[in-house]
């Protein structure tokens, strides 16, 4: 039996799974969860790598006492976000938080130098205000001088595996969420770096998913007899890579989301596409494993944690069964709205902005938990519609089926509202996703699959799913054109 561990870093909370291969399926085992939620410290939006770095410590000792030998570990994590390592080997400050609302600013001043059609044509990537081109730009107008001591940028998976191993390397999949890599060419794109007067020697060498990084530092590796041989392996660090690598179907073009925090929609291309359309759409071409993942974010399920947190802070049970029957039990369509409302990224309360945002529209707002909860949930569904009539109108693919992966995939009540939204059938599982896709670059690594196809054939042996046929599909059609209405008079109010 090969043990395997994941550190699966989601823009909510981080899990320790171990994979345990047997040399035909996997079984995955969780042994250490924690929140990965931004910290308010100083004047910005933090993380808390230290606390995450300590858990995963506690995580690894944990496995390695319940598993016994462990032959590799992997991180993968959300997102764009790192932190900024010093001449002497140190952090300088705690990495800065994707949903800080200044990074806005920093994008703006970036697009009127440079301009939208460059910036797409050049990356490849949608146009988001947390990239981390943007979040770099903010700095250097804020504190330009922290680039003075600044050596590395490492983003977070890879500030982690310096951390566990003393390497420092820029994994490929999460590199290209920066917006700093040329589609083209593959490499960093030092000339616009420069042109913005940003520093390119902190880029740190780009390493591919499925190559070993290193050992243990002797420090971590004498933290239990059992991770005295542990590999540490380049897996595809970007979770949203991880997790579409996990999706159990290879076969014609499919339609995937991957559903946590952020609802990631889109499918798997073999080439960019930086057409015209493309960039009109905002899609991103994600670097993938040999392949892209052409999607697009959708702000997903952020929105009923926020609900959640919010009701539970006044005294309410607001767990998430509880929820979803109370949606399930609502009057279908009590309002709608754009989930990727920029108003919604970090409100300072969820509910509220959501009920200004129906008054602005004209939409009476909802008058319970339940309607607000379904309201959400239905207006998710729609935007699934919405991004999958872009895509197949950018690839000239028709989507016959729908995948949904990650923790998201548990709610059944969106799994069917986007299966009658979308008007496929939809398939949801494996739960942990990323985590199966970390798994699965790990055994890739070690020898033991020979390529990705190999090691998912492996998934497709160890993992349940559910199916879900469209229902109701007059109702939804009608309901989508005032769904559109909505989000028009929502964008025209910005
Ligand atoms: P992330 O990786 O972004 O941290 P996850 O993939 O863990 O997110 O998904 C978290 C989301 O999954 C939660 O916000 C919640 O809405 C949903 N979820 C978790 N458990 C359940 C469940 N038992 N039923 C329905 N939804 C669930
Ligand atoms: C999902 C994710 C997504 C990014 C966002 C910042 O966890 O990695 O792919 O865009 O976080």
């Not at 319940?66 to 570990?73: F, P």
């Not at 892209?292 to 802070?313: C, D, H, P, S, T």
């Not at 054939?457 to 046929?469: D, N, P």
Request: hydrophobic share 45%; net charge negative; charged share 20%.
């Amino acid at each position: 039996m090969l043990n395997l561990v994941a550190v699966d870093l989601g823009a909510s909370s981080g899990r320790m799974m171990v994979g345990q291969y047997d040399g035909r399926a996997l079984t995955l085992t969780e042994h250490e969860r924690f929140s990965t939620l931004p910290v308010t410290s100083g004047r910005w939006l933090h993380t808390n790598i230290q606390f995450i770095f300590e858990r995963m410590l506690k995580g690894l000792v944990r496995s390695a006492t319940h598993v016994g030998v462990v032959s590799a570990v992997g991180i993968d994590s959300w997102a764009v976000d790192f932190g900024l390592i010093d001449r002497f080997g140190s952090l300088i400050d705690h990495p800065r938080h994707y949903r800080d609302e200044r990074h806005a600013q920093a994008m703006k001043a970036v697009v009127e130098r440079i301009g939208i059609h460059r910036l797409f044509q050049e990356t490849g990537i949608q146009i988001l205000p947390f990239n981390t081109l943007f979040q770099l730009y903010g700095i250097q107008m804020e504190e330009p001088n922290v680039f003075d001591r600044a050596a590395t940028l490492l983003l977070l998976p890879d500030l982690l595996n310096y951390m566990l191993t003393g390497e420092m390397r820029a994994e490929w999949t999460n590199a290209t969420t920066t917006q700093m890599i040329r589609v083209q060419t593959r490499s960093w794109m030092n000339d616009l770096l420069q042109e913005l007067g940003l520093p390119t020697t902190i880029l740190p060498t780009i390493a591919q998913p499925g190559s070993v990084l290193s050992r243990l530092a002797p420090m971590q590796r004498g933290m239990h007899e059992n991770l005295c041989d542990a590999k540490v392996v380049h897996v595809a660090s970007h979770d949203t890579a991880s997790a579409v690598a996990a999706v159990p179907d290879h076969a014609d073009p499919y339609l995937y989301i991957s559903s946590g925090t952020w609802s990631l929609v889109g499918t798997v291309v073999q080439r960019p596409i930086t057409t015209p359309l493309a960039e009109h759409y905002n899609f991103s071409n994600e670097g993938g494993i040999g392949n892209y993942r052409f999607l697009k974010n959708v702000m997903g399920l952020w929105l009923i944690q926020e609900i959640q947190r919010e009701v539970q802070a006044g005294g309410q049970v607001a767990d998430i069964h509880t929820l979803l029957q109370l949606a399930e039990r609502a009057r279908p369509f009590p309002f709608v709205l754009d989930p990727d409302d920029p108003l919604l990224l970090h409100p300072a309360s969820m509910v509220r902005t959501i009920h200004e945002i129906c008054v602005q529209t004209g939409q009476r707002p909802p008058a319970e938990l339940g309607e607000l909860v379904r309201g959400v949930l239905e207006s998710l569904a729609f935007k699934y519609r919405t991004v999958l009539l872009e895509l197949q109108e950018v690839t000239g693919c028709t989507f016959s089926r729908v995948h949904i992966v990650g923790g998201g995939s548990q709610n059944q009540l969106l799994s069917q509202f986007a299966a009658n939204a979308t008007g496929c059938p939809v398939i949801t599982g494996p739960v942990e996703a990323s985590a199966l896709g970390n798994v699965m670059l790990q055994l890739v690594a070690l020898g033991e699959c020979k390529s990705v196809s190999e090691a998912r054939e492996v998934v497709l042996r160890s993992v349940a799913t559910a199916l879900y046929v469209p229902q109701s599909a007059e109702v939804w059609q009608e309901k989508y054109s005032a769904f559109q209405q909505v989000v028009r008079r929502q964008a025209a109010s910005r």
